[in-house]
């Protein structure tokens, strides 16, 4: 399939992809690559960060990134390839970006069952982080006419393979818990693990649950200089410590935001202040996040 040449280059390249999956249309970029990953979020929109599913092919790879215990292989198992995603240790070397866990020690994980999704993770050879290919608070894709209208302009390729099947996205489950119910329901679950419904928040209201990486440090905003004790955090004209963008790049800025609180809690200073960042694109995603990490 030539469309699958061509997404796999662009993956290769640090771009996006809009490619269907058993459930929805996934937007999919290299989840080893944070610039990339940051180009989903800008393209969707999306005013806060959640963290992505990885998508591998195969058990075997999914278990070079995350750490599986023997409750995770037993669904593994029963349910790969197809609409179940594990939440599990990501491991030490697992390579992924820390934008597609939004910082978390966790990494939700699935091996879909889809020729055309399948087909992109063995052509480019690389993890695929990828929500649902639609904008920001739209509903999820079924056809790729929907993302065509949803993201338009905004995705440079769109592999059409047909409707996906399930038409919901899918189950995901943290050790014994359900926390989104999907195509892989909770009886089907129960035939090989018995297993607890929990919260089902974040399907309402995905930036409101606590599924990102909190800075343990007292953080300020739009700081245009270090005070006492303090770890800049600059962003293009204001330079820190350490550099969410020199050249000003919101792009690059989210791309590299959870490293940077990160370093931040690393460092020898108490407290964490960041320089300003515009609120236009995913600059809203950056500021709604770090408003939500100086306000705990
Ligand atoms: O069917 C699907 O799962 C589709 C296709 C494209 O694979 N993808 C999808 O992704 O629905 P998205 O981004 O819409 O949903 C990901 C969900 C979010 O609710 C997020 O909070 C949760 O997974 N999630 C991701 N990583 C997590 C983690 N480490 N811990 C807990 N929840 C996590
Ligand atoms: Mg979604």
Redesign the pocket.
């Known amino acids: 399939m030539a469309a699958i040449q061509e997404a796999a280059a662009l993956i290769r390249a640090g771009g996006i992809v809009a490619i269907p999956?058993?459930?929805?249309?996934?937007?999919?970029a290299d989840a080893r690559d944070s610039a990339a990953v940051a180009r989903i979020y800008a393209a969707k929109g999306r005013p806060s960060f959640?963290?992505?599913?990885v998508?591998v092919p195969d058990a075997a790879a999914a278990e070079r990134i995350a750490v599986f215990d023997a409750d995770a292989r037993v669904l593994a198992a029963a349910f790969w390839p197809g609409?179940l995603?594990l939440?599990l240790p990501?491991r030490a070397d697992a390579g992924i970006a820390s934008l597609?866990?939004?910082g978390?020690d966790?990494?939700?994980i699935?091996v879909?069952a889809h020729r055309a999704?399948q087909a992109l993770l063995a052509a480019s050879e690389a993890p695929l982080a990828?929500?649902?290919?639609n904008a920001s608070n739209a509903i999820?894709p079924t056809h790729a006419a929907h993302v065509a209208a949803s993201l338009g302009a905004n995705v440079p390729l769109i592999v059409d393979d047909g409707a996906t099947t399930?038409g919901?996205?899918?189950t995901?489950v943290?050790g014994r818990t359900i926390?989104?119910h999907?195509p892989v329901t909770a009886e089907m679950l129960g035939e090989v693990l018995p297993v607890a419904s929990g919260a089902t928040a974040?399907?309402s209201a995905?930036g409101q649950?606590a599924?990102h990486y909190a800075p343990r440090k007292p953080l300020r905003l739009d700081a245009v200089a270090a005070g006492h004790d303090e770890w800049l955090i600059g962003f293009g004209a204001i330079t820190g410590d350490d550099m969410l963008s020199s050249s000003g790049d919101v792009v690059e800025a989210a791309a590299r935001l959870f490293d940077a609180l990160h370093r931040a809690d690393a460092s020898s200073r108490s407290r964490i202040a960041v320089a300003p960042v515009p609120e236009k694109g995913i600059g809203a995603a950056i500021n709604d996040r770090l408003r939500r990490a100086a306000t705990r």
């Open positions: 999956t058993e459930t929805v249309y996934g937007l999919a959640n963290p992505l599913i998508h609409p995603t939440v990501i597609v866990t939004a978390l966790t990494v939700a699935r879909p999704m990828a929500p649902s290919a999820s399930a919901v996205e899918s995901i943290a926390l989104r999907g974040h399907v995905p649950l599924t």
